[in-house]
């Protein structure tokens, strides 16, 4: 008759041990894996931010109009306009929109708005064009880590400046609008816009 035979301590222990090393090289990969997706995850929610704030820019420019606004406070302000604002700029313009879903006659214009505040590119939106004292707008966060904005214009004449409308010339519309967005790691986003095209 044969005897039954189990494991001994020494097979017992040796087992053990492959399946601890199989183990910790199993965990090893996931963790590198998860870190891996977690990087992914990040450089594509920052390209995706990166082409939204490609996309409202071209939208808007592209639609840029002819019609000049009336601020809060009754001014009459130009259509297009950009402002140096400190080490900032504000691009401010009236552009087409969506036609509205209603039957009743109404404007697809709206005024907007790009500026950098806190370290984030900032697109705001009005309600109406003429605004009342008070009126508040839709404000929208389209790229964070940000360190400038800047926009050169150009002009008529083939040169590019930084404020528009350019002083003693009739306020219009300009052709061509460079952006240029430096991050806060030292890239730079440079982007070519064909206005009301």
Known sequence: MSAVRGF???EMLVAIAIFAIVGAIA???LDHAMDIRTQLKTVRGLWEARGLAYYRLENDLSQARGRPVRDGAGTLVPAFMVRQMGRGVRLNFTTGGTAPL???PRSDLR???YTVKHGAL???RWPVLDRAPGEHRVKEVLLRGVRSFRVDILTPS???VR???VAGQPAAEPSLVKVVVTLKNGRHLRWLFAVGR
């Open 8 to 10: 001994t301590l020494l």
């Open 27 to 29: 965990y090893t990969g």
């Open 102 to 104: 209603t039957s009743a």
């Open 111 to 113: 005024r907007v708005d």
């Open 122 to 124: 900032i697109w705001r």
């Open 158 to 160: 083939g040169l590019y």
């Open 163 to 165: 404020t528009w409308p």
